[in-house]
Protein backbone atom coordinates (compact mmCIF):
# COMPACT_ATOMS: atom_id res chain seq x y z
CA UNK A 1 0.00 0.00 0.00
CA UNK A 2 1.40 4.06 -0.19
CA UNK A 3 3.34 5.02 2.44
CA UNK A 4 2.62 7.65 4.77
CA UNK A 5 4.80 10.22 5.42
CA UNK A 6 5.43 12.36 8.34
CA UNK A 7 5.69 16.01 6.24
CA UNK A 8 3.39 17.21 3.97
CA UNK A 9 4.79 17.70 0.35
CA UNK A 10 3.94 21.60 -0.21
CA UNK A 11 3.11 23.15 -3.06
CA UNK A 12 2.38 27.55 -3.09
CA UNK A 13 0.81 28.96 -6.26
CA UNK A 14 -0.24 32.51 -7.47
CA UNK A 15 -3.97 33.20 -7.16
CA UNK A 16 -5.17 33.00 -11.18
CA UNK A 17 -2.33 30.08 -11.71
CA UNK A 18 -2.94 26.85 -13.03
CA UNK A 19 -1.91 23.97 -10.02
CA UNK A 20 -0.86 20.02 -10.76
CA UNK A 21 -0.58 18.13 -7.20
CA UNK A 22 0.79 14.85 -7.92
CA UNK A 23 0.28 11.36 -6.50
CA UNK A 24 2.27 7.78 -6.80
CA UNK A 25 -0.24 4.83 -5.97
CA UNK A 26 1.89 0.95 -5.54
CA UNK A 27 -0.97 -1.42 -6.31
CA UNK A 28 -1.26 -2.32 -9.74
CA UNK A 29 -4.67 -3.63 -9.18
CA UNK A 30 -6.25 -0.12 -8.21
CA UNK A 31 -9.60 0.36 -10.40
CA UNK A 32 -10.83 3.24 -9.19
CA UNK A 33 -9.07 6.76 -7.94
CA UNK A 34 -10.10 9.21 -6.04
CA UNK A 35 -9.32 13.16 -5.39
CA UNK A 36 -9.98 14.63 -1.82
CA UNK A 37 -9.37 18.10 -0.20
CA UNK A 38 -9.34 18.42 2.87
CA UNK A 39 -9.74 21.86 4.58
CA UNK A 40 -8.65 22.71 8.15
CA UNK A 41 -10.66 21.07 10.84
CA UNK A 42 -12.93 19.19 7.95
CA UNK A 43 -13.00 16.05 6.80
CA UNK A 44 -12.20 15.64 2.88
CA UNK A 45 -14.40 16.18 0.48
CA UNK A 46 -15.02 14.53 -2.95
CA UNK A 47 -13.41 16.42 -5.85
CA UNK A 48 -13.40 13.77 -8.90
CA UNK A 49 -12.87 10.63 -9.74
CA UNK A 50 -11.63 8.27 -12.39
CA UNK A 51 -11.70 4.83 -13.52
CA UNK A 52 -9.08 2.53 -14.62
CA UNK A 53 -10.43 2.28 -18.27
CA UNK A 54 -9.76 6.15 -18.50
CA UNK A 55 -6.87 8.24 -18.60
CA UNK A 56 -8.46 11.94 -18.13
CA UNK A 57 -11.54 13.52 -17.00
CA UNK A 58 -12.30 16.75 -16.31
CA UNK A 59 -14.29 18.69 -13.84
CA UNK A 60 -15.18 22.33 -13.32
CA UNK A 61 -12.10 23.51 -12.72
CA UNK A 62 -10.51 20.15 -11.98
CA UNK A 63 -8.61 17.25 -14.39
CA UNK A 64 -7.70 14.50 -13.41
CA UNK A 65 -5.03 12.02 -15.71
CA UNK A 66 -4.06 8.83 -14.88
CA UNK A 67 -1.15 7.13 -16.29
CA UNK A 68 -1.09 3.42 -15.13
CA UNK A 69 1.98 2.45 -16.82
CA UNK A 70 3.82 4.18 -14.15
CA UNK A 71 0.95 4.44 -11.85
CA UNK A 72 1.14 8.25 -11.57
CA UNK A 73 -1.93 10.08 -11.13
CA UNK A 74 -2.37 14.13 -11.05
CA UNK A 75 -5.05 16.66 -10.63
CA UNK A 76 -4.52 19.86 -12.04
CA UNK A 77 -6.59 22.97 -10.77
CA UNK A 78 -7.37 25.99 -13.25
CA UNK A 79 -7.18 29.57 -12.19
CA UNK A 80 -6.40 28.53 -8.45
CA UNK A 81 -8.20 31.05 -6.04
CA UNK A 82 -7.24 31.28 -2.19
CA UNK A 83 -10.53 29.00 -1.51
CA UNK A 84 -8.54 26.28 -2.94
CA UNK A 85 -5.87 26.19 -0.09
CA UNK A 86 -6.22 22.91 1.79
CA UNK A 87 -4.71 19.65 1.32
CA UNK A 88 -5.43 17.57 -1.68
CA UNK A 89 -5.62 13.92 -0.91
CA UNK A 90 -5.13 10.89 -3.76
CA UNK A 91 -6.83 7.48 -2.46
CA UNK A 92 -6.98 4.46 -4.89
CA UNK A 93 -9.30 1.56 -4.96
CA UNK A 94 -8.71 -1.82 -5.27
CA UNK A 95 -11.94 -4.23 -4.95
CA UNK A 96 -11.35 -7.05 -3.03
CA UNK A 97 -13.56 -9.97 -2.03
CA UNK A 98 -15.10 -8.28 0.99
CA UNK A 99 -15.97 -5.17 -0.83
CA UNK A 100 -13.74 -1.77 -1.71
CA UNK A 101 -10.93 -0.45 0.29
CA UNK A 102 -9.39 2.87 -0.02
CA UNK A 103 -5.90 3.29 0.98
CA UNK A 104 -4.57 7.09 0.86
CA UNK A 105 -1.64 9.05 -0.42
CA UNK A 106 0.28 11.12 1.83
CA UNK A 107 -1.20 14.22 1.08
CA UNK A 108 -0.28 17.53 -0.28
CA UNK A 109 -0.72 21.19 1.51
CA UNK A 110 -1.66 23.67 -1.61
CA UNK A 111 -1.32 27.54 -0.84
CA UNK A 112 -2.51 30.14 -2.47
CA UNK A 113 -0.84 33.52 -2.20
CA UNK A 114 -3.27 36.41 -3.33
CA UNK B 1 -23.87 11.31 -2.15
CA UNK B 2 -24.60 11.34 1.63
CA UNK B 3 -25.69 13.53 4.20
CA UNK B 4 -22.87 12.71 7.04
CA UNK B 5 -22.22 13.90 10.68
CA UNK B 6 -20.68 13.08 13.92
CA UNK B 7 -20.75 13.44 17.54
CA UNK B 8 -18.87 14.54 19.30
CA UNK B 9 -16.97 17.55 17.11
CA UNK B 10 -14.49 17.13 19.31
CA UNK B 11 -13.51 15.95 23.00
CA UNK B 12 -10.36 16.20 25.37
CA UNK B 13 -10.62 12.99 27.74
CA UNK B 14 -8.20 11.87 30.73
CA UNK B 15 -5.86 8.76 29.93
CA UNK B 16 -6.94 5.31 31.21
CA UNK B 17 -10.96 6.48 30.06
CA UNK B 18 -12.46 5.24 27.01
CA UNK B 19 -15.12 7.44 24.57
CA UNK B 20 -17.86 6.34 21.84
CA UNK B 21 -18.03 8.74 18.38
CA UNK B 22 -21.29 8.43 16.89
CA UNK B 23 -21.76 8.53 13.05
CA UNK B 24 -24.86 9.05 11.95
CA UNK B 25 -25.96 8.92 7.51
CA UNK B 26 -29.39 10.71 6.43
CA UNK B 27 -29.84 7.69 4.28
CA UNK B 28 -29.01 3.67 4.12
CA UNK B 29 -25.53 2.84 2.77
CA UNK B 30 -23.93 -0.40 1.93
CA UNK B 31 -20.84 0.68 3.68
CA UNK B 32 -19.20 2.45 6.54
CA UNK B 33 -15.87 2.81 7.77
CA UNK B 34 -13.54 4.41 10.60
CA UNK B 35 -10.49 5.98 9.78
CA UNK B 36 -7.78 7.36 12.30
CA UNK B 37 -5.91 10.41 11.01
CA UNK B 38 -2.76 11.64 12.99
CA UNK B 39 -1.32 15.04 13.30
CA UNK B 40 0.00 16.18 10.16
CA UNK B 41 -0.34 12.94 8.74
CA UNK B 42 -3.06 10.91 6.21
CA UNK B 43 -6.07 8.76 6.95
CA UNK B 44 -5.31 5.04 8.31
CA UNK B 45 -8.23 2.94 7.64
CA UNK B 46 -9.06 1.00 11.36
CA UNK B 47 -12.20 -1.05 10.39
CA UNK B 48 -15.04 -1.59 8.25
CA UNK B 49 -18.09 -1.51 10.06
CA UNK B 50 -20.85 -4.03 9.10
CA UNK B 51 -24.54 -4.17 9.67
CA UNK B 52 -25.11 -7.20 11.86
CA UNK B 53 -21.94 -8.69 12.33
CA UNK B 54 -18.39 -8.17 13.78
CA UNK B 55 -16.63 -5.17 11.91
CA UNK B 56 -13.33 -5.77 10.15
CA UNK B 57 -10.40 -4.68 11.08
CA UNK B 58 -7.01 -3.55 9.47
CA UNK B 59 -3.69 -4.53 10.73
CA UNK B 60 -2.47 -2.93 13.60
CA UNK B 61 -5.97 -2.33 14.91
CA UNK B 62 -7.97 -5.04 17.41
CA UNK B 63 -11.41 -5.18 18.76
CA UNK B 64 -10.68 -4.85 22.39
CA UNK B 65 -8.89 -1.10 21.73
CA UNK B 66 -11.61 -0.10 19.20
CA UNK B 67 -14.77 -1.72 19.66
CA UNK B 68 -17.65 -0.86 16.78
CA UNK B 69 -21.34 -1.41 16.00
CA UNK B 70 -23.69 -0.85 13.70
CA UNK B 71 -27.02 -1.33 14.17
CA UNK B 72 -28.70 -0.41 11.59
CA UNK B 73 -27.64 1.38 7.64
CA UNK B 74 -27.44 4.41 8.81
CA UNK B 75 -25.29 4.39 12.43
CA UNK B 76 -22.46 3.40 13.59
CA UNK B 77 -20.29 3.69 16.83
CA UNK B 78 -16.46 3.68 17.10
CA UNK B 79 -15.25 3.34 21.22
CA UNK B 80 -11.69 4.35 21.72
CA UNK B 81 -10.83 2.50 24.75
CA UNK B 82 -7.79 2.83 27.22
CA UNK B 83 -7.10 5.81 26.19
CA UNK B 84 -3.37 6.96 26.26
CA UNK B 85 -1.77 10.24 24.15
CA UNK B 86 -0.86 8.39 21.78
CA UNK B 87 -4.58 7.97 20.73
CA UNK B 88 -5.14 12.02 20.20
CA UNK B 89 -6.20 12.10 16.54
CA UNK B 90 -8.93 12.85 14.39
CA UNK B 91 -11.51 9.93 14.36
CA UNK B 92 -13.18 10.04 10.79
CA UNK B 93 -16.47 7.89 9.77
CA UNK B 94 -16.96 7.51 5.64
CA UNK B 95 -19.75 5.75 4.07
CA UNK B 96 -20.26 3.88 0.40
CA UNK B 97 -23.72 4.48 -1.05
CA UNK B 98 -24.88 1.33 -3.02
CA UNK B 99 -21.44 -0.10 -4.14
CA UNK B 100 -20.74 3.19 -5.74
CA UNK B 101 -16.96 3.02 -4.60
CA UNK B 102 -16.57 6.39 -3.86
CA UNK B 103 -16.49 7.05 -0.38
CA UNK B 104 -17.41 10.55 1.33
CA UNK B 105 -16.59 11.87 5.00
CA UNK B 106 -18.44 12.95 7.99
CA UNK B 107 -16.20 16.10 9.63
CA UNK B 108 -14.30 13.94 12.00
CA UNK B 109 -13.94 14.07 15.91
CA UNK B 110 -10.60 15.70 17.20
CA UNK B 111 -10.03 13.91 20.08
CA UNK B 112 -6.90 15.27 22.29
CA UNK B 113 -5.57 12.63 25.12
CA UNK B 114 -3.98 14.23 28.18
Known amino acids: GESVGLHLPTLSVQEGDNSIINCAYS??????FIWYKQESGKGPQFIID?????DKRQGQRVTVLLNKTVKHLSLQIAATQPGDSAVYFC?????????????FGEGTQLTVNP | SAVISQKPSRDICQRGTSLTIQCQVD?????MFWYRQQPGQSLTLIAT?????????ESGFVIDKFPISRPNLTFSTLTVSNMSPEDSSIYLC???????????FGPGTRLTVL
Open chain 2, 94 to 104: SVEVARADTQY
Open chain 1, 27 to 32: NSASDY
Open chain 1, 50 to 54: IRSNM
Open chain 1, 91 to 103: AENSQETSGSRLT
Open chain 2, 27 to 31: SQVTM
Open chain 2, 49 to 57: ANQGSEATY
